[in-house]
């Protein structure tokens, strides 16, 4: 299996900061063949490649808060994240767990598992709470 699947599940929230709509990514699904890992945004801090690629299979999405690396306070550091599409907000990883209810799939596509995403699948894998970061 060369190819690795990815579904990447978006929901609506409302920014805790100015109040505005917009839409995150809150969770993706990595698979190939019967091995499947899910997790989030901030896993992707260290794959700053598959990273930009899933923001461009995501960019359709109106209103979708820009995918980047934001400082957060509470970590002491910077990761890959989402955030308000008006203010700029972070949206912290540990909001995304209340939207879990009203995911819907915002875009799904395939990559070829040598551009990183087979590394990144094994890591998810092999991590002892399925999270990267
Ligand atoms: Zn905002």
Redesign the pocket.
Known sequence: MNEIEIHAQVATVD?W????E?IIASAIRLTRGDETAECDIADFTEFPQLAATLSDCLSAIANLGPLKLRHSATVGGSYFSNG?A????LFGRHFEIATRNEERLGASFTAPAVDGWGKMLGDLLASNDGHLF
Do not use: K, V
């Open positions: 920014c900061s100015c109040g505005a917009f308000c008006h203010c700029d907000a």
